[in-house]
Nanobody, 127 residues
Framework: QVQLVESGGGLVQAGGSLRLSCAAS????????MGWFRQAPGKEREFVAA????????YYADSVKGRFTISRDNAKNTEYLQMNSLKPEDTAVYYC????????????????????WGQGTQVTVSS
């Protein structure tokens, strides 16, 4: 079992930056694939970024590529999402997700691939 707690959300102006954190419980954090998803009002949950257990592979949605960076610190059981050049369309609730086995490739981008989810943190970008 893994419990995930996000933090770092808030209100920021367009062009600004935020760093989200996801603290995970459990001794096997380093073996989990970690991801970030987001859900805007009236929209479906969508993939943002994912990182392999080692941190050696990362995946990004086209909409955030070049602006967001996912990383992890296995010694601290924590995953991060550095968000730069934020846009109003980035406004959403951001969710941390984890799973101990994902086939790879496009499966990293599918919410159904992840068994564990945080409660979400609100990010609001004003224009």
């Amino acid at each position: 079992q893994v419990q995930l707690v996000e933090s770092g959300g808030g209100l920021v102006q367009a062009g600004g930056s935020l760093r989200l954190s996801c603290a995970a419980s459990g001794r096997t954090f380093s073996s989990y694939v970690m991801g970030w998803f987001r859900q805007a009002p009236g929209k479906e949950r969508e993939f943002v970024a994912a990182i392999s257990w080692s941190g050696g592979s990362t995946y990004y949605a086209d909409s955030v590529k070049g602006r967001f960076t996912i990383s992890r610190d296995n010694a601290k059981n924590t995953e991060y999402l550095q968000m730069n050049s934020l846009k109003p369309e980035d406004t959403a609730v951001y969710y941390c997700a984890a799973d101990d086995f994902i086939l790879g490739g496009s499966y990293y981008t599918m919410s159904s691939s992840y068994d564990y989810w945080g409660q979400g943190t609100q990010v609001t970008v004003s224009s």
